[in-house]
């Protein structure tokens, strides 16, 4: 990192910190009890202050990393600075931890950026520091910074793990993915996912080999027609069945099987993946779940993917291969209609977005569900076009991670979509400083709007008198 870029990321990091801890006091302020899931976690974590190690509150659902650490860092510092009575492990003391979380992203995001884009000299300083920067005030996620949810930290330990395996310290990166799952038990998939990256890598270097050896140069300049991708499958079979390179990958990401060997013998002996309540979080092959996450993206990606050159693109490709639109298009109804779940939190709970969203949308008519499937095969070319400067194999372990990790939900939840989201993003080329600048602007403005109407536009229930608030 140069000086300038150094003094640049210091003072951006700086004032979004400062920002942070002015909004930070606004909403304290304002909701300075628990509220929405806080309920659950902040009495939790209080407990664990108190050393109740034992008492488990059975309607969380996450493993108890939040409160572990919010308790490793909270009772220190008390001790150091003399603290006592109800200030430790106060509502706003256990929050501010998450505020912690929201810097320690941001580096990551920059450092993530900074790895990923190293051979691309056409990328500036300023422009790594503008995109950490709006990555770091992403509104699904940044808005929990706020609040007592495991998100801030669930992406901080996904993020660090990405890094160290990135940087080949997979030891490290295995350990960091145990972090993570501890904060939520799906977090397992990017404990996949790194892996799948030294994995990807491997079959990138064969696959290369394999093309020299037939110097048949289109397979690889035709990166996306059907005949390519079956020859890549069959070579990614030959490749796999092999003893010699099952040996080889599995010497190189031993520290990765060993965390999924011990998450599957935790969900043998828990009885499932939820602990605590788990007649709300079922889990269910709900496939348009892919769709939501695509236009989620669409939504907050649409200076990179709602581009008029993207648009001609795409109906050029919609002209070439008409037969193979037309499969997609059937399969995207088929599945729309037999694995569609409307879950009963999303139609009753109308302080989350989501609430409004299906009602506005989807319960208009029952063919809008249908109608909205053109735009989900834009999406989701216009997503795959993106990435087209990966490998193909990476490109296949990301989208195997991405349906891991959205599919099963039942849940409607743009949470849901967070880690899945920054991961597309960090991996994108970038855009014009133009269209950099409009994307950061675009999260300003969403998340001005979100704060001021969760501070704002307060109401209540006709059967409770606690004050009401919309949020993600």
Not at 36 to 49: K, L, R
Not at 373 to 387: C, K, M, N, Q, R
Request: hydrophobic content about 50%; charged content about 15%; overall charge positive.
């Amino acid at each position: 990192m140069e000086r300038a870029e150094a003094y640049g990321f210091s003072g951006a990091m700086s004032g979004a910190f400062l920002l942070s801890c002015l909004l930070f006091a606004a909403v304290s302020r304002r909701q300075r009890g628990p509220y929405m899931d806080e309920v659950f976690h902040v009495p939790q974590a209080q407990a664990y202050c108190h050393g109740r190690f034992l008492q488990w509150d059975p309607m969380i659902t996450t493993l108890p990393g939040l409160y572990l650490l919010s308790v490793g860092v909270v009772k220190p510092a008390a001790w150091l600075l003399g603290w006592t009575g109800s200030v430790v492990c106060s509502v706003g003391m256990l929050r501010f931890i998450n505020l912690l979380f929201s810097a320690g992203n941001f580096y990551l995001l920059y450092l993530l950026l900074f790895r990923i884009h190293q051979k691309n000299k056409a990328v500036s300083g300023f422009q790594r520091i503008l995109s950490a920067l709006t990555l770091a005030v992403f509104p699904t996620l940044y808005f929990f910074t706020f609040l007592y949810y495991t998100d801030p930290g669930s992406v901080f330990f996904t993020l660090f793990s990405y890094l160290m395996c990135l940087y080949g310290n997979h030891k490290t990166s295995a350990l960091l993915g145990f972090c993570g799952f501890m904060f939520r038990q799906t977090n397992i998939v990017w404990t996949v996912f790194c892996a799948g990256n030294v994995v990807a890598e491997k079959l990138n270097e064969a696959w290369k080999i394999e093309l020299q050896k037939k110097k048949d140069e289109k397979i690889s300049s035709r990166k996306g027609s059907f005949s390519d991708l079956t020859r890549v499958l069959q070579f990614l079979v030959k490749y796999l069945i092999s003893p010699k390179n099952l040996i080889t990958l599995a010497a190189l990401t031993w520290p990765y099987i060993i965390l999924v060997s011990l998450f599957f013998v935790f969900v043998f002996i828990n009885g499932g993946i939820v602990v605590g309540d788990r007649s709300s979080h079922e889990a269910c092959l709900h496939f348009p779940q892919l769709f939501y996450f695509l236009s989620f993206t669409v939504f907050f990606s649409f200076p990179h993917l709602l581009t008029p050159t993207k648009i001609r693109k795409f109906l050029l490709s919609l002209r070439k291969h008409p037969v193979q639109y037309s499969l997609i298009t059937v399969i995207s109804l088929f599945l729309i209609w037999k694995f569609t779940y409307v879950h009963k939190y999303l139609l009753a709970d109308n302080r989350h977005y989501t609430f409004y969203v299906w009602r506005k949308v989807f319960q208009r008519h029952e063919l809008v569900k249908y109608l909205l499937v053109p735009l989900y095969i834009f999406a989701g070319w216009s997503f795959a076009d993106t990435l087209k400067s990966k490998s193909i194999f990476w490109i296949l372990m990301y989208f195997v991670c991405l349906l891991a990790v959205t599919v099963p939900q039942k849940l409607l939840e743009f949470r849901y979509f967070i880690l899945p989201f920054l991961i597309y993003r960090l991996n994108i080329h970038f855009l014009s400083l133009y269209r950099q600048l409009l994307e950061l602007a675009f999260y300003i403005l969403v998340n001005a709007v979100t704060f001021y109407l969760f501070l704002n536009r307060t109401f209540q229930w006709e059967n409770s008198d606690e004050v009401q608030r919309f949020m993600w």
